[in-house]
């Protein structure tokens, strides 16, 4: 079936270096990423999100990246913080109204301080 | 305050059982899901739900319903809890927008982490 996933399961940065998540799906009928942050003992939390017609969008501090071609997206935080460290999940939609939303198993980011 | 709730936050059960987690949003969304973690941190989808329409995850298994009293509250009931229940189930809410029909961000609760021994 289709499927969204990770390319690393685990990210340590250190503070202040610029981070990056990557997530590969294979619905090419996707057209609606989102990124969440997940901390620990927490709900998944919105950061960002993109539809297939851009292919880069910013937010603070955060970046999307869209890649259609081969089906790639990626997350980039400048200047990472203790305060990103959590669990990161890119999810995708490819129905009409974006009600089913299928979830990657995530990237643990750790900051060093 | 808090956008989206869940209770309880936990529960340990005998297998066997039945029991319900409630879930209530103040956000005025008119649309509400439950999803289940499993212990790898994978998040799947469960239900859809909006005053109109139900939409299932055809792999949930038939012990698990959701019921909406209102457009507030997305209750999950679980009948003939399993082991493999044991999961954290969150719910989320969403906005469906006038003018395209798209679906907005979710919001999800603090979750409820479920324990079938």
């Known amino acids: 079936g289709e499927s969204v996933g990770l390319h690393l399961p685990t990210l340590s940065v250190q503070e202040g270096d610029n981070s990056i998540i990557n997530c590969a799906y294979s619905n090419s009928a996707s057209d609606y990423f989102i990124w969440y942050k997940q901390e620990s003992g927490k709900g998944p939390q919105f950061i960002i999100d993109?539809?297939?017609?851009?292919d880069k969008r910013q937010g603070q501090r955060v970046t999307v990246l869209l890649n259609k071609t081969v089906k790639h997206l990626s997350l980039q935080i400048a200047a990472t913080q203790p305060g990103d460290s959590a669990v990161y999940f890119c999810?995708?939609?490819?129905?009409?109204?974006?009600?089913?939303?299928?979830f990657g198993p995530g990237t643990r980011l750790s900051v060093l301080p | 305050d808090t956008a989206v709730s869940q209770t309880p936050k936990y529960l340990v059960t005998q297998m066997g059982n039945d029991k319900s987690i409630k879930c209530e949003q103040n956000?005025?969304?008119?649309?509400m899901y439950w999803y289940k973690q499993d212990s790898k941190k994978f998040l799947k989808i469960m239900f859809s739900y909006n005053n109109k329409e139900l939409i299932i995850n055809e792999t949930v298994p038939n012990r698990f319903s959701p019921k909406s009293p209102d457009k507030a509250h997305l209750n999950l009931h679980i009948n003939s809890l399993e082991l493999g229940d044991s999961a954290v189930y969150f719910c989320?809410?969403?906005?469906?927008?006038?003018?395209?029909?798209?679906?907005?961000?979710?919001?999800f609760g603090p979750g409820t982490r479920l324990t079938v021994l």
């Open positions: 956000l005025g969304h008119d649309t």
């Open positions: 993109i539809r297939s017609n851009m």
């Open positions: 989320a809410s969403s906005h469906k927008r006038l003018t395209s029909g798209r679906l907005d961000e979710q919001f």
């Open positions: 999810a995708e939609s490819a129905d009409e109204y974006g009600q089913n939303f299928v």
